[in-house]
């Protein structure tokens, strides 16, 4: 298959389009419903949205956690399915099953008994963290059946299956919202829970995607359908040591990723309750945003994986380079078309206080002014470096610059010096501006080109 950036390369685009396309949709889709999320609870007042918003970042930090396990996954099995060897597929779903239920456990603890006694450390807001504490303990069995979700939709997708994690996830999407309008506000005779509706319509639909996810895999006696045969090999301490090394660092590097990612939320709300509602309606513009670009990667990293497991590096180097010319034309022409509809943005969330609406419109013109300098990270991180394994490097230059300069730069801003809201939004984009040379130079070395499959 050539590669060549040409409107007549009809193979690559169907391909790419195969891949991306529903990844793209249901990451759309999932944003939103976190706007929804945030929509119907606006009529709540600001604690509401705040209150949402703050432990929809405390899921979302457990959610890049799980996706280090998950993407680990996905670049083994899209490299061992580059090079047929799809035994070894199935063990490395077992093998992330396993370590992924043991590493969500202790999560599920701490976020399903007495939350309010450490959410005080992250908002000074007694209400907003009463709120909070209760979404979290009716959501908190959520975070093992999403880890499993992750897991069984990165290793479908690795291998080409992009359409039943959409379908699933869509599924999943069209209760949530039924249930949150149910709930939420009362409808059909059900009391209006407020907040707590809202978690109980995620909790509700994550299971309804779950089963739908196992029923479809099973039903159809896929490979990935595993038995007791294909998990008792998992359990053998060579196969998981040897997947603990190698997503170790993509684990670290997501978790202390979103962690950092959490802590600018958090230090957010230390400038006003206004700056942490405008949060919680930024989060999910942002992700619908970002939706068409993980596609995007996650296309680029299947393509990419599969042709370094079939030893096929010059591959590997076009597809990175037409990816990169297809992210430079994309993100310019969302970026304007994002702020050309801002008005009718603004307009939806027409139930917010004017001080909130007026820092919204700010955030959102500085988010479409930098957004491009993320998005070429992010698609140079998860669609070629990790693609072949590069995770160390990838490790060691995001959370030096995440931990030893934006988050020190924030914190001094905010606490040292009391500066507005809008700085300090601004200077969330400062890390991924240090990012962007040296990973645009990492790929140029083209270290990250290994068949990780001759490791085996």
Request: aromatic share 8%.
């Given at each position: 298959?050539?590669?060549?950036?040409?409107?007549?390369?009809?193979?690559?685009?169907?391909?790419?389009?195969?891949?991306?396309?529903?990844?793209?949709?249901?990451?759309?889709?999932?944003?939103?419903?976190?706007?929804?999320?945030?929509?119907?609870?606006?009529?709540?007042?600001?604690?509401?949205?705040?209150?949402?918003?703050?432990?929809?970042?405390?899921?979302?930090?457990?959610?890049?956690?799980?996706?280090?396990?998950?993407?680990?996954?996905?670049?083994?099995?899209?490299?061992?399915?580059?090079?047929?060897?799809?035994?070894?597929?199935?063990?490395?779903?077992?093998?992330?099953?396993?370590?992924?239920?043991?590493?969500?456990?202790?999560?599920?603890?701490?976020?399903?008994?007495?939350?309010?006694?450490?959410?005080?450390?992250?908002?000074?807001?007694?209400?907003?963290?009463?709120?909070?504490?209760?979404?979290?303990?009716?959501?908190?069995?959520?975070?093992?059946?999403?880890?499993?979700?992750?897991?069984?939709?990165?290793?479908?997708?690795?291998?080409?299956?992009?359409g039943m994690p959409l379908l699933a996830g869509t599924l999943s999407i069209l209760i949530n919202v039924s249930l949150n309008y149910i709930l939420i506000f009362g409808h059909f005779g059900f009391p209006a829970l407020g907040v707590a509706g809202a978690a109980w319509g995620t909790l509700i639909a994550r299971l309804c995607q779950l089963l739908f996810i196992l029923g479809w895999v099973y039903g159809r006696q896929h490979g990935f359908a595993l038995r007791w045969a294909q998990f008792k090999p998992a359990l053998a301490w060579q196969p998981a040591r040897r997947f603990l090394a190698f997503s170790m660092p993509l684990v670290a590097n997501y978790g202390l990723w979103g962690l950092g990612n959490a802590t600018y939320h958090v230090m957010t709300g230390f400038t006003g309750t206004h700056a942490l509602a405008v949060m919680g309606v930024i989060v999910p513009i942002e992700s619908a945003f970002f939706a068409l670009f993980v596609g995007l990667a996650s296309a680029s990293a299947v393509m990419v994986g599969r042709t370094l497991g079939a030893d096929n590096t010059e591959e590997a180097w076009r597809l990175h380079k037409v990816f990169d010319r297809l992210t430079l034309i994309l993100v310019l022409t969302l970026s304007l078309t994002l702020w050309l509809i801002s008005p009718w943005i603004l307009g939806v969330f027409g139930e917010v206080e004017q001080d909130t609406a007026e820092l919204l419109r700010a955030t959102l013109g500085i988010f479409c002014a930098l957004v491009w300098v993320k998005i070429f990270n992010m698609m140079r991180i998860i669609g070629v470096l990790r693609a072949g394994g590069d995770n160390r490097f990838v490790l060691i230059t995001d959370v030096s610059v995440m931990w030893g300069v934006g988050i020190p730069l924030c914190a001094l801003a905010i606490f040292g010096f009391g500066w507005p809201f809008l700085v300090i939004y601004g200077l969330m984009f400062l890390e991924d501006a240090l990012k962007f040379f040296p990973m645009w130079r990492r790929i140029g070395k083209r270290f990250w080109m290994k068949n990780l499959t001759q490791e085996d």
């Open positions: 298959m050539t590669t060549e950036l040409r409107p007549d390369n009809r193979q690559f685009w169907w391909t790419v389009l195969l891949l991306a396309l529903p990844v793209a949709l249901q990451m759309l889709l999932q944003s939103l419903l976190g706007m929804a999320d945030v929509v119907m609870v606006s009529r709540l007042g600001s604690e509401a949205i705040a209150a949402v918003g703050l432990a929809a970042k405390l899921h979302f930090l457990l959610l890049v956690l799980m996706s280090g396990l998950a993407t680990g996954c996905s670049v083994l099995v899209a490299q061992y399915s580059g090079a047929g060897k799809f035994a070894s597929c199935q063990r490395t779903l077992g093998v992330t099953l396993m370590v992924g239920t043991l590493t969500m456990v202790p999560f599920l603890l701490l976020f399903g008994v007495r939350p309010d006694i450490w959410l005080g450390w992250l908002n000074p807001d007694a209400e907003v963290v009463a709120l909070a504490a209760r979404y979290l303990v009716i959501t908190a069995p959520a975070l093992l059946l999403t880890q499993w979700i992750a897991i069984y939709e990165a290793s479908l997708r690795a291998l080409g299956n992009t």
